[in-house]
């Protein structure tokens, strides 16, 4: 079914030019497709002409076997995951391994573990030391630690939030900004990009549709992620912005809803677009 899929989704988008190198995407977009077809989840992104990735998961392949899939559709995966409690439990050589594995540049980490609703200010502590010191280690390995902020992270503190402190207080790591949690929170996205211009060198490119409601609790419904341009989320400005800072090295597209096969095409059109 999905072979079946990616290619009459090669043909939607054969008009289609490539898109810029800078354009990639977040594997989670497609999990629950990985699931059922691992060759055949990679030949829809390969017909979308998307060849830079964020992951870390080989879905159940050999990571020899998974890499020679990559390879033969041109494709890499720039950016991989780390648990918050393996940074924290100073389990460094496990991420660098996966990260020289997959000959990835990034190390990202999306969550920071906590009670639900109990993001604080000695949680933000905590989790600032962790990252720089991890960061650190990383860096002398030749990767880059990037902080993926959720949402809770925009809670008030100060005449700012709590965000503001970690990147204030960020020595040894960087952010990967996802303009839909950012916006969940509370926070302008692209008042943050031009408030923190060197801090972010990653983005998750994600529209929410319009009326969702928000809060700091790092959670939402999947089905609120909408084709890129037709949510309430500034993509136009935010991408515009990062293309001018030229700090930004990857955008990926990250849709988690159950309609991404659909979606993410529209997406690359509507990002096609703006250029």
Not at 52 to 74: P, V
Not at 114 to 132: G, R
Not at 257 to 264: A, D, G, I, L
């Amino acid at each position: 079914m999905i072979k079946k899929l990616g290619v009459s989704l090669f043909l939607l988008c054969y008009c289609l030019p490539v898109m810029a190198q800078e354009i990639g995407l977040q594997l989670y977009s497609l999990r629950n497709q990985f699931k059922e077809d691992v060759k055949g989840t990679l030949d829809i992104i390969e017909s979308w002409g998307l060849t830079k990735l964020e992951g870390g998961d080989t879905y159940g392949m050999a990571m020899n076997d998974f890499k020679k899939e990559l390879a033969r559709r041109n494709m890499d995966v720039v950016s991989v995951g780390a648990a918050y409690d393996d940074l924290k439990e100073g389990k460094y050589d496990k991420i660098i391994a996966k990260a020289k594995a997959f000959g990835a540049k990034y190390v990202m980490c999306a969550w920071i573990t906590h009670e639900s609703n109990q993001f604080d200010l000695a949680k933000t502590k905590e989790a600032t030391e962790v990252f720089n010191r991890a960061g650190k280690v990383l860096k002398a390995a030749g990767l880059t630690l990037a902080y993926h902020a959720h949402g809770y992270e925009f809670k008030p503190y100060k005449t700012g939030t709590l965000f503001d402190y970690m990147a204030k207080n960020a020595e040894h790591f960087a952010f990967e900004m996802d303009v839909y949690w950012v916006h969940h929170g509370g926070e302008d996205p692209l008042a943050l990009l031009n408030r923190y211009p060197k801090k972010f060198v990653l983005l998750h490119l994600k529209d929410m549709e319009k009326g969702t409601s928000k809060n700091h609790s790092g959670h939402a419904d999947v089905e609120t992620n909408v084709v890129l341009g037709t949510g309430e989320v500034n993509i136009a400005g935010v991408v515009k912005r990062a293309k001018e800072l030229g700090v930004v090295e990857y955008m990926f597209i990250e849709d988690e809803c159950s309609r991404v096969v659909e979606q993410v095409p529209l997406s690359m059109k509507y990002l096609e677009g703006l250029d």
